[in-house]
Each structure stands twice: as structure tokens, then as C-alpha cells.
């Protein structure tokens, strides 16, 4: 068992799961994944249940029933990685939007440089981002620009889907206390660490857009993230 769990959620991601499962475990550090797949339709946990064999105790995976968003399953992940001891969990996309080859350099910020959160960053040192349209990029880059504003927080990339988090700040966060579900739920899993007083460090990465499955990108994850911002600065931290 590894010291490390990496979280893929899944919903449709038959083009891409062998892959990045397999890039992952090609990493020179061991990690273990959970695949937690909302009930897709085309076959995704299928797939990964086929490569269990091939991958006894490192590759797991947790079916949900429905699609309840992408908050929700992360901390489906956060509390089956609590409940097996793990020392660092980290947040990956299954599109290979996130290089696998940064695995590492997010566990090393944790593990070695002191962090207790480590953010792959794509705003940290410039704007990097591959295969957006312009318009995307601007929303993405000013949303983390205004959620600055907003609360303070010192993080330029806030929506970052990307992290590694020491356990013991998945322990103190609330967890059934986070109500966001999509880029909100990024925010404000932040921002209560910050608020907790946790070291939040950015490791900067390249973003690049997936080439197969298709976006989960909508207007009302948007809208969460615009207004659920300001009631989250208002209302602060939950008892």
C-alpha cells in the first residue's frame, strides 16, 4: 500500500481511464488510485474493473448510483481515503488535462517542502493553458482573480482541480459541511483550509484541454461559483 491515493472521478471517460490509470501507475513514486465513477452510461467502470487484476490492491474504484456532481464524489474519495489511513490524497481529472508526470512534484511539496496543500497551479507563473478557447481561458483566469478579490485568499488558482492534500487537513475540514458541487467546491475546499490555517503552496503545471470525451463544463457550475463565492465570504466558516 502506498503512503498516496490518487482520486480520478469518472463520468464517461471510456476514451481515457486505461491510459491514465496506467500513466499513473508508470510513475517512479507508487501511488494508489480510487476511481469513483458516477453510474456512466458507456462502460467506464467496467474498464477499470478489467484492470483490476492486472493491478491487485493499488487500482479500486467506488460506483455511485447517480451523477451528483463532481464535489460530492471527490468527498465520496476524501472519506474512503481518511477510513484507509492514507497520508496524502490527491485530486486528478481522468482527461489527461493533469500530466501524470506531476504527481510528483505535488507529493514532494507536501511530503519534503513544507506544504499542507499543494495546488497544480496554471496561473501561478503566467497563463498556462493549452487548447483553450480564448474566451475559457479569460473566464477561468479572471474567476480565480476574482475569487482573490472576494476573500483574500492567497492562491492564484482557485478552481485548480489539481491537489494533493495532507490527511490531516481532510480531517479538520468539515467535510459533510462543504455544500458547493462543481468549481465552487474547489473554492471553498481552499478556502477553508486557509481559513483553518493550513500552508497552501502552487506548484505551476501546463493545462492542457482533453482531446477525447467530451467537457462537464456548464453554465450552472459557473453561476455556483460567481454567487456561491460571496456567500461563503459572508457567511464564513461553518460551526
Not at 94 to 110: G, K, Q, T, V
Not at 120 to 146: E, H, T
Not at 164 to 176: G, S
Request: charged share 25%; aromatic share 10%; hydrophobic share 40%.
Amino acid at each position: 500500500m502506498s503512503d498516496t491515493l490518487v482520486i480520478i472521478p469518472t463520468y464517461n471517460e471510456k476514451e481515457n481511464i486505461e491510459a491514465i490509470i496506467k500513466a499513473v501507475f508508470n510513475q517512479e513514486k507508487q501511488f494508489d488510485i480510487l476511481v469513483v465513477d458516477d453510474n456512466s452510461p458507456d462502460g467506464t467502470a467496467q474498464i477499470v474493473e478489467s484492470l483490476q487484476n492486472e493491478f491487485p490492491n493499488r487500482l479500486h474504484i467506488e460506483k455511485r448510483e447517480g451523477k451528483n456532481g463532481l464535489g460530492v464524489a471527490y468527498i465520496h474519495g476524501f472519506k474512503w481515503a481518511l477510513e484507509r489511513k492514507y497520508d496524502f490524497i490527491i485530486e486528478m481529472d481522468a482527461d489527461f488535462s493533469h500530466n501524470p508526470n506531476d504527481l510528483i512534484r505535488l507529493y514532494n511539496s507536501c511530503a519534503i517542502d513544507g506544504a499542507d496543500v499543494s495546488v497544480g497551479s496554471r496561473y501561478s507563473i503566467g497563463v498556462n493553458v493549452v487548447n483553450w478557447p480564448m474566451k475559457r481561458v479569460l473566464l477561468s483566469y479572471l474567476a480565480s482573480k476574482y475569487v482573490r478579490f472576494i476573500t483574500s485568499i492567497p492562491v492564484c488558482d482557485t478552481t485548480a482541480g489539481f491537489v494533493c492534500w495532507k490527511r490531516e487537513v481532510l480531517e479538520t475540514i468539515k467535510l459533510d459541511k462543504i455544500k458547493f458541487v462543481g468549481y465552487a467546491f474547489q473554492i471553498e475546499m481552499k478556502y477553508k483550509a486557509w481559513k483553518h490555517g493550513f500552508n497552501i503552496k502552487e506548484v505551476s503545471v501546463i493545462f492542457i484541454d482533453r482531446t477525447l470525451g467530451e467537457s462537464k463544463m456548464n453554465k450552472g457550475i459557473i453561476s455556483e461559483a460567481l454567487f456561491g463565492v460571496i456567500k461563503m465570504r459572508l457567511k464564513g466558516l461553518p460551526k
